[in-house]
């Protein structure tokens, strides 16, 4: 009777640690998920504020129109428009 019981508390306890041990590996699991996320969140937050900037900057119409000048050589009607183009030695 006793070999029974003994047998009976050592398969309980090897299935117990079975499900420890996939507890655990399901923890390490999505561990590294949050960690993968929460370096992507951190990305997304840095380029959420490079946008929030970058709408900052081109909300005002004379940062608008600078940049409208010098990326695609903007002119207002009856403007004329000098390109100037560097040496090699700059």
Known sequence: ??????ISLFV?????LWQLYQL???????NNEHLIIDGEWSVLQKE???LKADLDYFSESENLEKELR????????????I????????
């Open 12 to 16: 309980v306890l090897v299935s117990f």
């Open 83 to 90: 390109i100037v183009v560097p040496t090699k030695e700059e």
């Open 48 to 50: 959420q504020a490079s």
């Open 1 to 6: 009777m006793q070999r029974v019981i003994r």
């Open 24 to 30: 655990y590996s399901e923890y390490r699991e999505l």
């Open 70 to 81: 010098g990326r695609y050589n903007y002119k207002e009607p009856g403007e004329k428009l």
